[in-house]
Nanobody, 127 residues
Framework: QVQLVESGGGLVQPGGSLRLSCAAS?????????????FGWFRQAPGKEREAVSC????????FYADTAKGRFTISRDNAKNTVYLQMNSLSPEDTTVYFC???????????????WGQGTQVTVSS
């Protein structure tokens, strides 16, 4: 199976930056290579549904950004390292929550369509 491990979260001051990493390993039962998966970063606050922050395709690196992420966050992937990144700049307290990495067969923003998830990494923005 595919395993995803997020890292890079932590405590930062408002206006600060973090870079989240999602390291993928393993393979699907079909043997599909990790480089053919689309990936997404999602946030899930307590009592809230998991919602897309940014997604990136496998085919042409097409991307999606939530309105709240545009201009502040940048998603990228390094297929040689089987890793997806989310560069988060100009962070505000509203960004505080757990961020999850997911893998999908499509560039999709609906969490239920994702096949694999990491354990999440906590981002806290506070003075």
């Amino acid at each position: 199976q595919v395993q995803l491990v997020e890292s890079g979260g932590g405590l930062v001051q408002p206006g600060g930056s973090l870079r989240l990493s999602c390291a993928a390993s393993g393979r699907a039962p079909s043997g599909t290579s990790l480089e053919y998966y689309d990936f997404g970063w999602f946030r899930q606050a307590p009592g809230k549904e998991r919602e897309a922050v940014s997604c990136i395709s496998s085919s042409d690196n097409s991307t999606f950004y939530a309105d709240t992420a545009k201009g502040r966050f940048t998603i990228s992937r390094d297929n040689a390292k089987n890793t997806v990144y989310l560069q988060m700049n100009s962070l505000s307290p509203e960004d505080t929550t757990v961020y999850f990495c997911g893998a999908s067969n499509y560039l999709i923003t609906t969490a239920r369509e994702y096949l694999y998830w990491g354990q999440g990494t906590q981002v806290t923005v506070s003075s």
